[in-house]
């Protein structure tokens, strides 16, 4: 099988949802936090210092500072800012809390894992770890030298992320991996982020062999590794080498649910995706990116000083928008979107695969319409004029939100060309890209006072004969901001 067969195959169109209902059995819902039985488990600071550097700062490549001086202070900082709890919700109904986290996820499922390696950090063991988000602790998989093979083995901290399809095919179906492809985009980026607002790079690798990996974190049957993050700088705490004896303690992963149905799209495509034997460090470069520019130069951007701990910790998925004639400015648009265009430092992000189509609902200064951005310009084409609103929220699978938000977003990937550089690997690396595209979207539109969704569910052909795009393009992530609707069930 190929990545366009599943994707053909996984297609919104009205006869396909009428076809295949999807009835949801809450008895057996996946259980949203992955924890170990049997191993040590280590206590993260509880209140670690937040980064004050101002968000957008941060998004647009400056780095902030850390205060810790040793490895369980600047692991919590760096997990607290990018994959633990931020608030929860009440169902006034029944009395149900459920948890939401700093890394958004698709139906707020989170199939995504955070397993780090650490190496040199003081007052820290080596070893290899297991976040624990619900309590905010690590789970000590291995004691001493753990390798990753991620061609920067020696970097004192490498982060593999991982995906549990199951959690989200629970409620998605074959389609589900989609949606886990962009959770680790936006986890990613969430790392990423609070790494750099901390005063660390990082770098992303996506080509592994995917086996091997999962066996070096002796991962559970229902978990497969994604992207390896590593970080590197000054301002991580360590020590001088000394040797270690490994340890495994392993540890026993809880079962999600009590049963796990099987979805073959979604095993031919992680098969198809997968790699073996991959030489290291190879590097594999796609075509430039296609150029162009429009008629509308958009202004400098907005600024903001709200610091990026805050906006981090106060990112929520909002569930709709007010409409009516509240508008977001032109310079507010220009920020968002010059965040959105900032390079993307992995080993696949040499040419972006993603191009940005917005359907401008109420912006000042910018008619309604349709436009497709070209970053390198900082220009807007318009595609169509006139009202969107109704388009929008239709192409979105009626999703109202679409249509009221200020402004909604196609995200559109070349995947022909992603292809061409990386084979069926490729597939993984353009939504990887959305979902990273999407965080930014996210904090950048908090950090001005606005609130965004992503929406992974849209009809494909329609979105495609709409924005007449051309035959190599796909869209592959929709996304809209604006002023959220408050929710009186959230709790921080």
Not at 57 to 76: I, K
Not at 138 to 154: C, P, T, Y
Not at 364 to 388: F, I, T
Request: aromatic residues 10%; contains cysteine.
């Amino acid at each position: 099988m190929t990545w366009r067969e599943y994707h053909e195959a996984t297609k919104h169109t009205v006869e396909s949802l009428r076809r295949a209902p999807h009835s949801l059995d809450w008895a057996n819902m996946p259980n949203p936090f992955r924890h170990y039985e049997g191993v040590p488990v280590l206590d993260l600071s509880a209140d670690p210092p937040a980064p004050d550097a101002p968000a957008l700062e941060v998004l647009r490549g400056v780095s902030g500072l850390t205060p810790a001086r040793e490895g369980a202070t600047f692991l919590s900082q760096l997990l607290f800012y990018s994959a633990a709890i931020s608030a929860s919700k009440c169902v006034s109904s029944t009395g149900y809390r459920y948890a939401l986290r700093v890394n958004p996820s698709s139906g707020n499922l989170h199939p995504t894992e955070f397993h780090f390696r650490t190496r040199r950090m003081k007052e820290w063991p080596d070893g290899l770890y297991h976040y624990r988000p619900s309590t905010h602790m690590a789970e000590q998989r291995a004691l001493g030298d753990v390798e990753m093979k991620s061609g920067g083995s020696s970097a004192p901290l490498v982060f593999v992320l991982t995906t549990i399809t199951w959690r989200e095919a629970w409620k998605y179906g074959d389609r589900a991996y989609r949606y886990c492809l962009h959770d680790i985009g936006h986890a990613w980026q969430a790392l990423a982020l609070a790494a750099q607002a901390i005063g660390c790079d990082s770098f992303a690798a996506g080509y592994f062999p995917d086996d091997e990996v999962a066996q070096l974190c002796r991962l559970a049957d229902d978990e497969a590794p994604m992207l390896l993050v590593e970080l590197r700088s000054a301002s991580i705490p360590v020590h001088e080498s000394y040797a270690c004896e490994t340890v495994w303690y392993g540890g026993q992963a809880n079962q999600l649910s009590a049963e796990k149905a099987d979805y073959a799209w979604i095993d031919r495509i992680h098969a198809a995706t997968k790699l073996s034997n991959c030489p290291y460090p190879e590097i594999l470069a796609a075509e430039p990116t296609p150029t162009g520019c429009g008629e509308i130069k958009l202004p400098p951007p907005a600024s903001s000083i709200r610091a990026f701990g805050e906006v981090a910790r106060l990112r929520r998925s909002a569930l709709d928008f007010l409409g009516g004639t509240r508008s977001m400015s032109l310079t507010q648009l220009s920020a968002i979107l010059a965040t959105a265009s900032q390079r993307l430092f992995a080993d696949f992000a040499g040419a972006p695969f993603m191009q940005l189509y917005l359907y401008a609902h109420r912006v000042d200064g910018l008619q309604p319409g349709v436009y497709r951005h070209w970053p390198r310009s900082a220009e807007l084409e318009q595609v169509k004029n006139g009202d969107q609103r109704v388009m929008a929220a239709g192409l979105s699978l009626g999703q109202e939100l679409a249509g009221n938000a200020c402004v909604a977003f196609s995200m559109v990937g070349d995947l022909d060309r992603a292809a061409r550089a990386h084979g069926d690997r490729g597939y993984r690396y353009v939504h990887f890209e959305a979902g990273a595209i999407g965080h930014r979207l996210y904090l950048a539109a908090e950090a001005l006072g606005l609130g965004a969704t992503g929406i992974g569910s849209f009809y494909d052909e329609e979105v495609h004969r709409y924005l007449n795009l051309a035959p190599q393009q796909q869209v592959v992530y929709h996304f809209a901001i604006g002023y959220p609707v408050p929710d009186a069930r959230v709790r921080g």
